[in-house]
């Protein structure tokens, strides 16, 4: 009975061991092999490449082991799918591709695991901004006092938000005279800058605080206030949103009851992004902006966000203008009725109403 029962525990023990071995001589890496796929790079083009709509990309990939093969390897940009590459390289067409930054993706399929490549590319127009000339039909004085952050006309007036460390304030302004009919004053912290109405509401940005407030359009008291995740530059209505710029390439159209960011433009001319967009105006379902610290002001399509035409206002002001406190263009108002459009600058003694041709 007992050489039984040591017969038997001789049987368990070596199917335990048996057990054991055939654990041990499985493949234990199959899943940690593919869970760290590693199959492609993508060599062209390279992070970061300007390119002009129309122009063709070429996508060239490098096997990075040529004992891994990928079972098929596909190309995004963004999320649309270009197809499956058939060596390793084809070619993009850009002529429907957006201005700006766009991803380039390979993702690599093998066994059912997954391996994505990506760069970054910008597209940019083809064409080069049309140059307009301008000429001046009226001259009327202006605070030059007044550091112009923002500006909007209004019923007969101009809106103007003013900035610097407690000298910012929101005011009406008498056209004709450049008297301060209105004001409001901010707090000493805040540095007002671009300024817009909405729907009754004078919406107010200030630059590095990420805080903007509200105002009744008719006693300009403050009804609340809102906040940005960026640097607050230019403000203007476009429709039933308001546009913001942030001293980058970027535009943001926002909602106006919430401020949620509703969608985003990259600014791009014939040579790539154009940045420090600063004080913004809707003329006629275009973006009209100043670029900070130039003459220049730029026509902006807001849907693509190309630059379609550009004016210098160099030589505005006459040499007799200046004064030691005098800075940069930066101001412009539309009135839509009478299609008059105004221009000024930051500490500026006058205000212009020109004719852009």
């Not at 209505?237 to 546009?243: D, G, K, R, S, Y």
């Not at 009135?335 to 600058?345: E, H, I, M, N």
Request: contains cysteine; proline residues 3%.
């Amino acid at each position: 009975m007992k050489q039984h029962s040591f017969n038997a525990l001789l049987i368990l023990l070596a199917i335990a061991l048996f057990s054991s071995c055939a654990e041990t001589t499985k493949p234990q890496k199959e899943e940690a092999k593919t869970a760290n796929l590693q199959v492609i790079r993508i060599e062209l083009p390279s992070n970061g490449s300007l390119f002009a709509q129309g122009e063709k990309v070429e996508v060239k990939l490098k096997q990075l082991n040529n004992e891994i093969i990928a079972d098929s390897i596909l190309l995004f940009v963004d999320s649309q799918n270009f197809g499956k590459f058939q060596s390793n390289t084809m070619d993009i067409e850009t002529q429907k591709l957006k201005f700006g930054t766009r991803q380039i993706r390979a993702t690599a399929w093998l066994k059912g695991e997954r391996q994505t490549a990506s760069v970054s590319i910008m597209i940019k127009p083809s064409s080069t901004p049309k140059k307009l000339g301008y000429r001046i039909i009226n001259t009327f004085p202006h605070d030059k006092e007044a550091y112009t952050q923002g500006l909007f006309y209004l019923n007969g007036f101009l809106v103007e938000s003013t900035g610097q460390q407690g000298q910012s304030s929101l005011r009406k302004v008498e056209l004709k005279t450049g008297k301060v009919l209105k004001s409001s004053s901010l707090e000493r912290k805040y540095f007002g800058e671009g300024c817009a109405l909405i729907n009754g509401k004078i919406y107010q940005l200030t630059w590095t605080s990420r805080k903007g407030f509200i105002y009744d359009a008719e006693n300009f008291n403050v009804l609340g206030t809102f906040n940005y995740p960026t640097q607050g530059w230019g403000l203007a209505t476009a429709n039933n949103q308001l546009v913001m710029s942030d001293g980058s390439h970027v535009l943001y159209f926002l909602e106006p009851e919430n401020f949620a960011e509703l969608r985003r433009v990259e600014v791009y001319d014939s040579n790539g992004p154009v940045s420090q967009l600063n004080e913004l105006e809707y003329i006629d379902g275009k973006i009209w902006a100043n670029v900070y610290q130039t003459d220049l002001v730029i026509v902006i399509d807001p849907e693509t966000g190309a630059v379609e035409s550009e004016i210098n206002f160099k030589g505005l002001l006459k040499p007799s203008d200046r004064h030691s406190n005098i800075d940069v263009l930066n101001g412009i108002a539309w009135d839509s009725v009478s299609r008059r459009l105004f221009v000024t600058g930051k500490n500026w003694p006058n205000l212009f109403e020109v004719e852009v041709k």
